[in-house]
């Protein structure tokens, strides 16, 4: 069974820190990793895909990708509150056209 | 936005009624999935679509069956509802030139069976 895995959170920060956001993956093949947020009662939207080792920045966001340690992260720069939201790490597996997302890390930024 | 409806937006039904829940795309992409959203289990894979009348099955997909006669269409059928099945669906679409890429999701239709 393959699976994505995320802490649930809620992870607290002060307006202005760093979010740091965590998920591990269990397909060593799984070549594209993708970064969503979901506001309460809405439906996720896209924040960033990564496909390569390394670091991918886009503005306040910065997604971090280690396929030795099957780590993805999603830092938030200057959090804000209305980067309160929960974000979901999803996973194209390997040959399929199958996603498998996390149960996703709830985000609350402090005013 | 990318252009994704899904129809109806919310439903109540009673237990062993059929359902009919129906994702409709714009953007002529060839990838269609369909999702429930429950709380503590994130979204689940129910069924997708890799083209016009090609299905496949995903990890929730017992009750459920799908079709696409048409690219813009994905229709996702509940043959006898039931309580477990009271959820958040969620249709996406993605294409690319070399297979699927990032997800687009649609509004959600939240059901309730009762």
């Known amino acids: 069974q393959k699976e994505v895995e995320q802490n649930s959170g809620p992870l607290s920060v002060p307006e202005g820190a760093i979010a740091s956001l965590n998920c591990t993956y269990s397909?060593?093949?799984?070549?594209?990793f993708f970064w969503y947020r979901q506001y309460s009662g809405k439906s996720p939207e896209l924040i960033m895909f990564?496909?390569?080792?390394g670091d991918k920045e886009d503005g306040r966001f910065t997604a971090q990708l280690n396929k030795a340690s099957q780590y993805v992260s999603l830092l938030i720069r200057d959090s804000q509150p209305s980067d309160s939201a929960t974000y979901l790490c999803?996973?194209?597996?390997?040959?399929?056209?199958?996603?498998?997302f996390g149960t996703g890390t709830r985000l609350k930024v402090l005013a | 936005d990318a252009g994704i409806t899904q129809s109806p937006r919310h439903k109540v039904t009673e237990t062993g009624t059929p359902v009919t829940l129906r994702c409709h795309q714009t953007?002529?992409?060839?990838?269609m999935y369909w999702y429930r959203q429950d709380p503590g289990h994130g979204l689940r894979l129910i069924h997708y679509?890799?083209?016009?009348?090609?299905?496949d099955k995903g990890e929730v997909s017992d009750g459920y069956s799908v079709s696409r006669s048409k690219t813009e269409d994905f229709l996702l059928t509940l043959e006898s509802a039931t309580s477990s099945q009271t959820s958040v669906y969620f249709c996406?679409?993605?294409?690319?030139?070399?297979?699927?890429?990032?997800?687009?999701f649609g509004p959600g239709t939240r059901l309730t069976v009762l």
């Open positions: 999803a996973v194209l597996t390997s040959g399929t056209y199958k996603y498998i």
């Open positions: 953007e002529n992409h060839r990838y």
């Open positions: 397909d060593r093949g799984s070549q594209s």
């Open positions: 679509s890799y083209g016009v009348k090609d299905t």
């Open positions: 990564i496909y390569s080792n």
């Open positions: 996406a679409i993605s294409d690319s030139a070399g297979g699927p890429d990032e997800q687009f």
